[in-house]
């Protein structure tokens, strides 16, 4: 089944410890975003990645970090979380040309940052 | 930069009554042009997206919706709304060249009463 896999589902930590939120889709997927979706804002782009190595800031990118070492994964790494990062994660993938394709979310990551 | 609103951010309709939720954009040129759907505790799906010709363009589970480039607008409808619709949906538009991304809209949540 073609799916986008996010994990944790939930998450709560404390203020500084270092967390990363995996990311992985099986349809060979050229591109690939974050996104966090946060109450009257809808979804903001954190970063995205057009291929293997290829990563670029989306909106919000501040305080969290990506790396697309492989096609299938794009971990969202938050080296020293805060309250305010406390939001509701999605993943993201397309074939390629990200907006003109069908975007594949994952089912969300919910993290608390105390 | 392009941008999306979508001015109700909670809707109430009656099971088997008609629906319509506004989304306006901004855009210079042509935009692509989005709607999503989320189900409670569920990542986005695809419901519909027009990127040219035809303004009238048919999506998943009944809906459409009307492209109309004099009012910068792209509203979704239903003929008939079911209890199982109820769920956030979230307009986006994509244009930026280069960045490939896709601005959401704030969402509106729907409710059905029975």
């Known amino acids: 089944e073609a799916q986008v896999t996010q994990n944790p589902r939930y998450l709560i930590t404390v203020t500084g410890k270092k967390l990363t939120v995996t990311c992985s889709q099986n349809m060979n997927h050229e591109y690939m975003s974050w996104y966090r979706q946060d109450p009257g804002l809808g979804l903001r782009q954190i970063y995205y990645s057009m291929n293997v190595e290829v990563t670029d800031k989306g909106d919000v990118p501040e305080g969290y970090k990506v790396s697309r070492k492989e096609k299938r994964n794009f971990p969202l790494i938050l080296e020293s979380p805060s309250p305010n990062q406390t939001s509701l994660y999605f993943c993201a993938s397309s074939l390629s040309l990200g907006t003109a394709q069908k975007l594949f979310f994952g089912s969300g990551t919910q993290l608390s940052v105390l | 930069a392009q941008s999306v609103t979508q001015p109700d951010i909670h809707i109430t309709v009656s099971e088997g009554a008609s629906l319509e939720l506004r989304c306006n954009y901004s855009?210079?040129?042509?935009?692509?042009l989005f709607w999503y759907v989320q189900s409670p505790g569920q990542g986005l799906q695809l419901l519909l997206k027009y990127f040219s010709g035809d303004t009238l363009v048919q999506g998943i589970k009944g809906f459409e919706a009307e492209f109309k480039r004099s009012q910068s607008s792209f509203n979704l409808r239903k003929p008939s709304v079911h209890w199982s619709d109820a769920a956030e949906y979230f307009c986006a538009v994509a244009g930026d060249t280069g960045r490939r991304a896709l601005t959401f809209g704030s969402g509106t949540r729907l409710q059905v009463q029975p």
């Open positions: 855009y210079g040129a042509t935009p692509y």
